[in-house]
């Protein structure tokens, strides 16, 4: 361990990346890294104490997958200053050839305070993707309020675009995904453009991973719907039992899984498919 060095992962920029070679093996000590296919399915996630790199180290063959440190906890109202998508779309950057990072994101900067009353209330704090926080989401705040108060002042009140799931806006009712995973807003919803816009949602790297989770997805909801029409409750409790794997809180793309359902069928996901069967 004479040889070894100490690396602190600061951004999602400083990871291992497929194709390359490296003669290093790294010993994850704090954290947890995502370990991914280039086009985002995601393969594990190690924590302390996991090996990396221990084959490209022994046969000197190009990584086979990307590893990236993981985890942000974001300010859903930003504390520094507060940017806005310009009018021109060329500057709201674009997605990196096979990689989830933007370049070319060159935002106007609104003012150089933000809500900074907000810094330390724990409401404003958020679990967010690291990749949409730290380069896609940065400083922006979309309002419905136009022309915005800048700097933001604590005696006024906005109307935020950008969905929160835990401040009674469900994003089911403002985000559509069609059969091969690409991201739309629901009817138009200003909030659900809003947030894509703001998060670089429809970016392909998501898309394509989105892809095959939503491929089960569109043909199980519409064998649901024959088999609950034809009252048949064997095949209905069977691709439940489907569906509520895909939807498990934990599973990738969960969130897709249930706007699909209550989209295609205008039913409730709660009460039809975590309905306990009797």
């Known amino acids: 361990m004479g040889d070894s060095d ?3 992962c600061e951004t999602p920029e400083e990871r291992l990346l497929a194709g390359t070679k490296s003669a290093e093996l790294y010993v994850v000590l704090n954290g947890t890294v995502r370990v991914h296919l280039p086009w985002g399915d995601k393969l594990a996630e190690p924590g302390p104490g996991s090996v990396l790199g221990e084959m490209a180290l022994i046969d000197a063959q190009p990584r086979s997958a990307d590893v990236v440190c993981v985890g942000d906890v974001e300010h859903y109202r930003p504390k520094g200053a507060v940017d ?11 997605e990196r050839p096979d990689l989830s990072t933007v370049e070319g994101r060159d935002l106007d900067r609104v003012c150089d305070h933000g ?3 907000y810094a330390w209330e724990w409401t404003n704090y958020l679990l967010a993707c690291q990749v949409c926080n730290q380069f896609w989401k940065l400083c922006l705040f979309p309002v419905i309020e136009h022309p ?3 700097p933001p002042r604590t005696e006024v009140w906005e109307t935020p675009l950008l969905l ?3 401040d009674g806006e469900d994003p089911v009712n403002h985000l559509h995904f069609d059969v091969i995973g690409q991201i739309d807003a629901w009817e138009q919803s200003e909030h659900g453009r809003a947030t894509i816009d703001t998060c670089g949602l429809d970016r392909e790297t998501l898309r394509a991973g989105r892809e095959h989770v939503a491929k089960q997805v569109y043909p199980l909801t519409e064998q649901f719907l024959i088999a609950f029409s034809e009252d048949d409750l064997d095949r209905v409790h069977e691709i439940r039992g489907s569906l509520r794997h895909l939807g498990n809180p934990k599973a990738p793309h ?3 899984v249930r706007a699909i359902f209550e989209h295609e069928t205008g039913w409730s996901w709660t009460e039809v498919v975590e309905e306990e069967d009797p």
């Open 6 to 8: 100490l690396r602190t």
């Open 164 to 166: 929160n799931p835990f």
């Open 115 to 117: 809500y900074w009353w």
């Open 254 to 256: 969960a969130g897709m």
């Open 148 to 150: 915005r108060c800048a």
């Open 84 to 94: 806005e998508l310009p009018g021109d779309k060329r500057r709201w950057g674009r």
